[in-house]
């Protein structure tokens, strides 16, 4: 009898029965094919959204939440990975897909990677059992750098579970749509204050009252400093004569000099318009106008589509 469970055993690892359970955003795809013989040793390697909600056929996550995508939005979703107490122990790797969000938006004519401003990050928290979280997917990371195999999947976790293991292993995707990550500098804090576009919206309303004060001081000279036109007729000819009523210590003298005061003022104006047009918040938004214009085309011909591969593997018990 121990002989022929080894046997059986062997013939199993030859087999190599693997789960592979692809999916779409919306769906898992069981490409898991066993034969009798596997059955002799358990196998329930499963994937799903909860302990309740465990699979090996197909199974449903959504890394969005069914939500149309937003600028500043972000959130979470978080699948589970079981070995199902299978009789073997099992490696598995996590592989994700973005390729269809890898779409350019046309943001620059010299590059070709302005993708919708999305960034993600990995984790795997659990008392008990947690997934290996590969570098740099641990932390956020945009849809510009992925290295990435020919199919578009990249190796985000990977792990082991023993022979008998009930465990639950939690693999979440954490996403943002964090426009500093495509064009600006990276700020990855999302605290209260530190968010990286109410920051820009305060940077922002300091220039929109720096450009007020500078239209204030504008319209406010020529009431400073009253320019008195005259014509004055001798003869048959014709004379200007432009004289000021100023306020008291006026520093100019003469026509030029307040007309080149007031057009030095007429320069901060225009100054003070470039930086709210150079403003990293008017960037932002016109990153996001072409980012959610491009998202709708895709959306027409393609689901937004996040795809995740999950892999399971039979370990050789250790006496083999
Ligand atoms: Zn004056």
Not at 75 to 97: L, P, R, W
Request: proline share 3%.
């Amino acid at each position: 009898m121990k002989f022929s469970y080894i046997i059986r055993l062997l013939l199993i690892l030859a087999l190599g029965s693997a789960c592979i359970l692809s999916s779409t955003l919306a769906r898992y795809t069981d490409e898991y094919t066993a034969s009798d013989s596997a059955l002799v040793a358990k196998w329930n390697f499963r994937v799903g959204s909860s302990a309740d909600n465990l699979h090996n056929l197909g199974f449903t996550f959504d890394v969005f939440g069914g939500e149309a995508l937003q600028p500043q939005d972000y959130g979470d979703n978080t699948f589970f990975i079981s070995g199902g107490e299978s009789d073997v122990a099992i490696d598995y790797q996590v592989y994700m897909n973005v390729q269809v969000l890898q779409t350019d938006i046309g943001w620059s004519t010299s590059a070709d990677d302005d993708y919708p401003p999305l960034i993600f990050r990995i984790e795997s928290d659990s008392e008990t059992a947690e997934a290996t979280i590969e570098d740099p997917y641990d932390t956020w990371f945009d849809l510009q750098d992925i290295a990435a195999d020919e199919e578009g999947y990249f190796l985000i976790a990977s792990g082991h579970l023993e022979a008998n293991s009930e465990e639950l292993v939690p693999i979440t995707i954490y996403w943002w749509w964090n426009t500093s990550y495509y064009t600006g500098t990276p700020n990855p804090d999302q605290s209260d204050t530190g968010n990286y576009y109410a920051e820009a919206v305060a940077d922002y309303n300091i220039l929109v009252n720096r450009y007020d004060a500078c239209v204030h001081d504008a319209n406010a000279f020529f009431q400073d400093h009253q320019r008195i036109v005259t014509n004055v007729v001798e003869g048959e000819e014709t004379f200007t004569v432009v004289t000021y009523q100023c306020i008291e210590g006026c520093p100019y003298s003469g026509d030029e000099a307040h007309m080149n005061a007031y057009q030095d003022l007429r320069d901060d104006v225009d100054d003070a318009e470039d930086a709210i047009d150079n403003s990293w918040k008017v960037k932002y938004d016109q990153y996001d106008t072409k980012a959610l214009s491009a998202l709708r085309n895709l959306e027409s011909s393609s689901p937004q589509s996040i795809m995740i591969k999950v892999s399971g593997e039979q370990v050789a018990p250790a006496e083999l």
